[in-house]
């Protein structure tokens, strides 16, 4: 999603084109597919398991340890707190969510690199 260089994203509120109904939606969704509390991935997070998983850009964190730290200040900031930038992390959240979800590999997946790619962005497959 592009941002509209008008610095919408910064403050309160939502960003062009977006209505309460988006902010919403994007809500709803994002609280569906995170299935952890923030200590709980607060606590992953912290673990070499955790630090280890995904795409590490020239050896630092990797994008979904950083997207874990901001899934868990999204947990614990009020609705009416919550900027765009906050509403467009969201739904990247529930995109990657989704997507990886349907890729899920066959066999014991407990330990494996998808799941714990998957609770970097704030949701544990075995969870029911």
Do not use: C
Request: proline share 2%; net charge neutral.
């Amino acid at each position: 999603m592009a941002s509209s260089g008008t610095g919408a994203g910064k403050g309160k509120g939502s960003g062009a084109g977006e209505d309460e109904q988006g902010r919403e939606e994007a809500r709803r969704d994002f609280h569906e597919v995170v299935n952890m509390a923030p200590a709980e991935l607060e606590k992953w997070l912290g673990t070499e398991e955790s630090q280890a998983a995904g795409q590490h850009r020239d050896g630092g964190e990797s994008t979904g340890h950083a997207s874990g730290r901001r899934i868990v200040e999204l947990l614990r900031r009020k609705k009416a707190d919550l900027t765009a930038d906050d509403h467009a992390h969201m739904r990247k959240v529930v995109g990657y969510v989704r997507r990886h979800l349907a890729q899920q590999p066959s066999g014991d997946v407990a330990d494996s690199r998808w799941r714990h790619s998957l609770m970097n962005w704030g949701h544990d497959p075995l969870k029911r």
